[in-house]
């Protein structure tokens, strides 16, 4: 097969412990999944009833941090860290029960957001891809395999900003667990190998600057350092 001009390279991750690296097809995230966040949003009731589901380009991976570019056209840059599910299989209409056999490993990122547009966007009803699929918009670490760390229901996640904690809760609060978003998912795409889901942010979402440092931690799985330039 030939193409018109090079095709670029594959966004990919780095795999805790290993030489591979984990090629990514798609960026899922799911909105609202704790409390506390959707409430600081401005929801006056929370609900499991209608998951929100956004997407994010795979090229908007920056893998393992490192120096993030303040993006054009915000004045209000926010932060909100997330565990991310890496998929090795996929399916439509996948059964809960088995959801988790689909995963092959986990990590911490940042779903970075463009808030001024996002509140635009949400005023008029239109959509928030401008607010959330930028470029460099989705920093992500290192993943780990769930062979190596089981498939966590309790642990820590925290976001620190040069050094005070912003953001900690543990991921046992989010209202949609990992094999429900995956069933979920499943009804919407057929999913596929190389997916991530971002499962959602807990509250404590702020801004950032230029110089600004952070810190994220999924507790005993992985941590992602950088810095805004």
Request: proline content about 7%; aromatic content about 8%; overall charge negative.
């Amino acid at each position: 097969m030939s193409f018109a001009f090079d095709p670029l390279a594959i966004p990919s991750l780095p795999i805790h412990g290993s030489d591979q690296r984990f090629p990514v097809h798609r960026i899922y995230a799911i909105g609202r999944n704790y409390a506390a966040h959707a409430k600081e949003m401005g929801a006056q009731t929370v609900s499991r009833a209608n998951p929100v589901f956004f997407t994010k380009p795979a090229d908007a991976l920056v893998p393992e941090g490192g120096n993030v570019p303040y993006p054009t056209a915000t004045h209000d840059f926010h932060h909100e860290v997330e565990m991310v599910v890496a998929l090795a299989k996929g399916g439509r209409d996948i059964d809960a029960a088995h959801a988790l056999d689909c995963v092959f490993g986990y990590g911490v990122g940042l779903d970075l957001t463009r808030r001024d547009l996002q509140a635009a966007m949400k005023a008029k009803g239109l959509p928030w891809d401008v607010a959330k699929g930028f470029d460099h918009s989705a920093p992500v670490s290192a993943l780990r395999a769930a062979r190596e760390t089981g498939h966590p229901t309790h642990a820590r996640l925290s976001l620190a900003i040069n050094g005070e904690v912003r953001q900690d809760t543990d991921i046992a609060d989010m209202l949609f667990p990992v094999p429900e978003i995956i069933a979920e998912l499943s009804k919407l795409f057929e999913l596929k190998p190389g997916d991530l889901i971002f499962t959602g942010t807990p509250a404590g979402v702020g801004p950032l600057a230029r110089g600004d440092r952070f810190r994220a931690e999924l507790k005993g799985i992985a941590m992602l350092e950088g810095r805004i330039v």
